[in-house]
């Protein structure tokens, strides 16, 4: 069983679409995240929910919605698409926000 | 913010050698997760050590919070663990990382 599971692993689209990423965890976890991976591997924070709540929007472009339905998921929905989105996206979750954090398996998006 | 310093950027290794990675933060945390990232781009817990020592097989890790390190100790390394080890900060409701490690082992 997949703990942190994202759809899809990749996603190849033209500028200005509209997509979004899946996120679902089965751990039971109140907390997740959002996470951007650039082309040089850095991992940045973009958002943090805490049982449902937005607790962290770290300067991300309104473009970018998070929506969490319930507390097992947290989807990413990305308007209008810009060359400079393409990265991989990681989803993320822990049981408290200062407990340990386990990952997705990323999702590679490529803006053409 | 938080800042967290990982040294060194690049390390090639013979299969079979040791060798330690190290983390230095700026402040205070409340944790902090070594991660291995393979090369099929999977991010890996190895370690969740605000303080102290842990023990997984070959790999080790000791936190120093007060002094705001921690090290990772790699024994025996062998090509498998070839790939990117991150060490990553819990502050404010979320996870800083550091920019990495890139650690190639040659057989």
């Known amino acids: 069983d997949t703990a942190v599971s994202q759809t899809p692993k990749y996603l190849v689209t033209q500028m200005g679409n509209d997509k979004s990423i899946k996120c679902e965890q089965n751990?039971?976890?109140?907390?997740m995240y959002w996470y951007k991976q650039d082309s040089k591997k850095f991992l940045k924070i973009m958002f943090s929910?805490?049982?449902?709540?937005?607790?962290i929007n770290e300067t991300v472009p309104n473009r970018f919605s998070p929506k969490s339905p319930d507390k097992a998921h947290l989807n990413l929905h990305i308007n209008s698409l810009e060359l400079g989105d393409s990265a991989v996206y990681f989803c993320?979750?822990?049981?408290?926000?200062?407990?340990?954090?386990?990952f997705g398996q990323g999702t590679r998006l490529t803006v053409v | 913010g938080i800042q967290v310093e990982q040294s060194p950027p690049d390390l090639i290794l013979q299969e079979g050698a040791n060798s330690t990675l190290r983390c230095n933060f700026s402040?205070?945390?409340?944790?902090l997760q070594w991660f291995h990232q393979n090369p099929w781009g999977q991010l890996i817990n190895l370690f969740y050590i605000p303080s102290g020592t842990k023990q997984n097989g070959r790999l080790s890790a000791t936190t120093v919070a007060t002094e705001r390190y921690s090290l990772l100790y790699i024994s025996s390394s062998q090509t498998t663990d070839s790939g990117v080890y991150f060490c990553a900060v819990l502050n404010d409701y979320k996870l800083s990382f550091g920019a990495g490690t890139t650690v190639t082992v040659r057989a």
């Open positions: 751990l039971g976890h109140d907390t």
């Open positions: 993320a979750s822990s049981q408290e926000w200062d407990r340990v954090a386990f």
């Open positions: 929910y805490n049982n449902k709540e937005l607790i």
């Open positions: 402040d205070s945390v409340n944790n």
